[in-house]
Each structure stands twice: as C-alpha cells, then as structure tokens.
C-alpha cells in the first residue's frame, strides 16, 4: 500500500540526505567519473530513509526528476518493477547518467520486470549505451539461468567484435557475460578464456584489495576454481 505520510516531502528528504552526505564518498563518486548533483550519502542510509517511506511511486518520481544521483537511488527502492510499463521503463534507463544509479536501477527494477525477456531482445539491438548496459546485464543474468535459451556462439562472436570498442557504460556487462559463459558453460569455457585474452578488456585494471580483476581470463579461472571447492 503506498505510504501518504504527509513528513515526506521532496524538500525534506533532499535535504536529510544532503545532511548526511560525507566527504569520503562524495571524492569517491568524482573519481569514479559521476556527473550532475550528489551529495555522497551512504547507500545503507537511503536504505534507511527508503524504509521509512515505503513503496510510493508517485513520490519515486518526482525524486528521479531532480536527477540527483542520490534522489534517484532512493527512488529506485520506491518503485514496484510491475507497476512500469515498458515504454517508461526504456524512458527511465535512458535516462540515466551515473553507473551507481544504472547497477541499482538494474538489480531492484529491470531484471525483476515480468516482460524483462521483451525488454532484453530489444536493448540488445540498441544503440544507446545504457540501454545496452541493461540489456547485457539481463543477458549475463540469462547465461546463468537459462542457457540452454541463448545461442552462446552468436553471443560470444559479438563480444568478440564489439566488446573492444564498446563505450564503458555496456562494456562492463558486456564483460560479465562473457565471463559468466566462461564459468558456467564449459564448453565454451576456451573461447571466453580466448576471447578475454585477445581482448586484453581490463587487463590493466587495479582491483582493490580483496576483489577479484573484472579481466575475463582471471575472473573465470578463479571462479571456475573456488566452484571446484564447494
């Protein structure tokens, strides 16, 4: 049931989540390359502000129009993934100019619509970064569960000639498919590996500390190892 409580309003909770905004992760955001307004409060925090709230959709959006990333982190979890219908669904990812709030607006949102699979074919032939971005996560996400519905060959062939030259924004999922195929279906487990190497995509790429390098080849030979010991 949505939430009418009248002490949420826009002004106030803007304003609540700019007070506790640090410093820390507000550099962290520059670094990692955020656009537009933030105000670098925690995520577990929106998490809190969220569960006051509630489900309210039509306080969601008015939170997603300010384009504040933070507003839109919160209005991601106010959102019922049912209650959008595809068309404001593909307005919404297009929308989107920070990765934070793409990977939440993914998890909570796009992969937990009952169309995803319509939504996925058609990403998948766009030509806008983010929408692109969604629709490889999906697909990652269909490697896992659902291989024996994809056609990996074709798959593999497009990453092998696209993922290079890719913008940053699909890339990454476009990384994560790859290696997904590469840990979870043997055999086309050498030509992920193959791929990943040829590439060379994060090759370079410093980990932090404790992380596994999103570097295909690394990735799926860890992985494919630590599965071999459960």
């Not at 939504?119 to 970064?129: G, I």
């Not at 590469?182 to 050498?190: A, L, Q, V």
């Amino acid at each position: 049931m949505t939430n009418h409580n009248e002490n949420f309003n826009l002004e106030t909770t803007l304003d609540e989540m700019k007070s506790i905004g640090t410093e820390l992760l507000r550099k962290h955001y520059m670094k990692n390359g955020a656009t537009g307004e933030y105000y670098g409060t925690k995520k577990g925090d929106i998490r809190k502000i969220a569960k006051k709230i509630k489900n309210n959709p039509l306080f969601a959006r008015k939170l997603w129009k300010t384009e504040i990333l933070e507003a839109r982190l919160l209005a991601t979890l106010l959102l019922k993934p049912i209650d959008i219908e595809l068309d404001e669904m593909e307005e919404f990812v297009k929308s989107i100019k920070n990765i934070q709030v793409a990977d939440w607006f993914n998890a909570y949102i796009v992969k937990k619509h009952p169309k995803k699979e319509i939504l996925r074919e058609k990403w998948m032939k766009s030509n806008n970064p983010m929408l692109l971005r969604a629709g490889w996560n999906l697909t990652s996400i269909k490697v896992v569960k659902e291989p024996e519905s994809l056609e990996m060959s074709s798959i593999l062939e497009r990453i092998e000639n696209e993922m290079k030259k890719a913008s940053p924004i699909e890339q990454w999922t476009m990384n994560t498919t790859l290696v997904e195929i590469g840990i979870n279906i043997p055999k086309y487990r050498k030509r992920a590996l193959d791929i990943g190497e040829s590439l060379g995509v994060y090759s370079d790429y410093k980990a932090p500390k404790g992380c596994t390098t999103p570097f295909a080849p690394i990735w799926i030979k860890e992985m494919v190892e630590r599965n071999k010991k459960k």
